[in-house]
DNA sequence: TCTACGTTTCAACAGAAGTTGATATGTAGG
DNA sequence: CCTACATATCAACTTCTGTTGAAACGTAGA
């Protein structure tokens, strides 16, 4: 990931309907959820909801897919962890303290599998 | 970190001028840089950098301190790690196919101390 | 205290982003 | 084919954001 797509990945997390929606998709795991139920999950028209889908869709936050008459979007999960991944290049550069904060978060997160942490 | 400075902190990022600003600060160190120093690294006028480093400084990624005549700036460590908290703490909610890429990224990073990870 | 330097604040402007309502597309069923 | 439903697109408007230039503040040294 380069600074242009984290920069448009940040721009896109950073409204509030937006970060609500990843969030809900996020929450709603890979079989996500039909554009019409996120505009009542988030409370935003289905017109501007539309509006900002394509853009979490342009920045590589969600994806999409055809169902029916729906259109169902769940969270782009490798887009995500880019953005994590691009966060965390920026806090290695020589600098440990700001990183170890960040992997002890994550060590506490208990949905790893216990492949890469608790070894 | 609720929503509200998710949001802020987010939306801080996703600005090219601000991005540089903490990539700045962060390969910096918690020495910092001078408010001059900034504005030339990202070639922004000072006027304007004050004005990102005030939003910056309220989404609280960014701290300040007096040297002298000028104002030395340093990434807010603890509030990167809390907005990688946030980032964590959603993508944690039942469904690791999105953390464990994330943490395998984390993994990858040779600034980890060795305590949490390579145990 | 006067001057120089670094930084910040302010008002004004320009441009971008979000919302709204109307309209269009695309899909399933009668 | 026609209707109903789900979603997307478009143009217009409003609001927010970033930039600019001028001016103020605060600090250090002469």
Redesign the pocket.
């Known amino acids: 990931m380069d600074e242009r797509q984290a920069l448009a990945a940040f721009?896109a997390l950073g409204?509030?309907?937006?970060l609500r929606v990843v969030r809900a998709l996020v929450t709603a795991g890979p079989d996500g959820l039909?554009?019409?139920?996120l505009?009542e999950a988030v409370n935003?028209?289905?017109?501007?909801?539309?509006?900002?889908?394509?853009?979490l869709s342009h920045a590589g936050l969600i994806t999409?897919r055809?169902e029916?008459?729906?259109?169902?979007y769940s969270a782009a999960y490798a887009g995500l962890s880019d953005l994590v991944q691009f966060l965390m290049r920026d806090c290695c550069q020589g600098h440990p303290e700001v990183c170890n904060p960040a992997v002890a978060a994550l060590a506490a997160c208990d949905c790893t599998t216990g492949e890469t942490l608790h070894a």
């Open positions: 721009a409204q509030e309907h937006r039909a554009a019409g139920v505009a935003v028209a289905g017109n501007n909801l539309s509006f900002h889908l394509k853009e999409s055809r029916g008459k729906s259109v169902i």
